[in-house]
DNA sequence: CACCATGCGCAACCATTGGTTGCACTCGCC
DNA sequence: GGCGAGTGCAACCAATGGTTGCGCATGGTG
């Protein structure tokens, strides 16, 4: 079930800081590197190479206006994104529950 | 919202291997190191680092059977870490949502 | 018992990546 | 024109996922 697409968004939303700068860009709607670097514990490089690596797969895109280059979330490859998440969870879950039902068949077969 | 607990989560379940890793030994009910690497296309000694982590934050536990270390999913543990994922994405998805909610209000009070 | 092979752990090493500092450039505004 | 704010680029460092190579123990088999 997991696909090299996967990974990509996993990867892209597995870092705590790109996690925290998405939810930076959601409450503020949008920012840019340098207003993002000032909520945050890292420096303004390091967040534009974040920014680079979200833009890169479609959770954010930028428009610059004037010397600033502002960023906003796309809101469908967010969604898209979560999507995926929580189908892996759900994957697990069924396993999960699946092994406890086995789990159940067998002990009721070892009472008969 | 994010908590060092829940990077230590991503982080361990952010990595693609891992997640395989864990996908295989909820299909066979338990592993070993070198069973998995077989299964896999990195060695038996990264598998074996990878062990050690899910270890460390407790989403596995092995049990020495001989001169074999078979390592299985703490069933629990992995129940806990999907709520925290999908909570997450719940809290994106509130997001989206509120910022639609927001849009349309102010779509409704242009035309008023 | 002796032996061999199988499974494991440790150490050294490489590449990628998240992070830093430092510098150069460009744009907007006084 | 000149200065400050915002960006981009490059070099460098540390952590980590990955490899190879080796040594050690343990367990089945002659």
Redesign the pocket.
């Known amino acids: 079930m997991s696909t090299a697409i996967d990974d990509e968004l996993w990867?892209a939303v597995?870092?705590?800081?790109?996690r925290r700068m998405l939810d930076l860009l959601l409450t503020n709607g949008g920012g840019?590197?340098?207003?993002l670097?000032q909520q945050l514990?890292?420096?303004?490089?390091?967040?534009?190479?974040?920014?680079g690596?979200l833009d890169r797969v479609g959770l954010v895109h930028?428009k610059?206006?004037?010397?600033?280059?502002?960023y906003e979330v796309d809101e469908a490859q967010l969604a898209r994104a979560v999507a995926q998440l929580s189908s892996v969870g759900a994957a697990w879950d069924a396993r999960l529950r699946r092994i406890k039902r086995i789990a159940e068949t067998i002990q009721r077969s070892r009472k008969a």
């Open positions: 990867s597995g870092d705590p800081t790109r840019t590197a340098t207003t670097s514990p890292v420096t303004r490089q390091a967040v534009a190479k974040h920014l690596v930028a610059p206006s004037g010397r600033e280059r502002l």
